[in-house]
Nanobody, 121 residues
Framework: QVQLQESGGGSGVAGGSLNLSCKSF????????MMWFRQAPGKEREFVSK????????TYADSLRGRFTISQDKAKKTVWMHLTDLKPEDSAMYYC??????????????WGQGTQVTVSS
């Protein structure tokens, strides 16, 4: 089993930046595609970004590309999300999600508890 722990959320100001991290604990014999989602009050959870286990390729929600950057540190079993040019509408609970990559590993789908980001104007 894998447990995920997000951190780095908090209060920011418009135009500022924050760094979120998602550290994994435990292990399986799998590699994982790693994603970030967010959910604001009264809204559905939305995709933010993904980094693929196989090649490190990254994707972003169209509306966030250019402001958010996902990265990973495999040795530290950590995925990062760097948020820049913050906007009040970025306020949400941010969740990391690791999904097993390929074959047997695809049955694994782990979520963290989330870290809150609040941006003031």
């Amino acid at each position: 089993q894998v447990q995920l722990q997000e951190s780095g959320g908090g209060s920011g100001v418009a135009g500022g930046s924050l760094n979120l991290s998602c550290k994994s604990f435990g292990s399986t014999y799998c590699t994982y595609d790693m994603m970030w989602f967010r959910q604001a009050p009264g809204k559905e959870r939305e995709f933010v970004s993904k980094i693929f286990a196989s090649n490190g390729f990254t994707t972003y929600a169209d509306s966030l590309r250019g402001r958010f950057t996902i990265s990973q540190d495999k040795a530290k079993k950590t995925v990062w999300m760097h948020l820049t040019d913050l906007k009040p509408e970025d306020s949400a609970m941010y969740y990391c999600n690791w999904v097993g990559s390929g074959g047997y590993c695809e049955r694994y789908d782990f979520w963290g508890q989330g870290t809150q980001v609040t941006v003031s104007s």
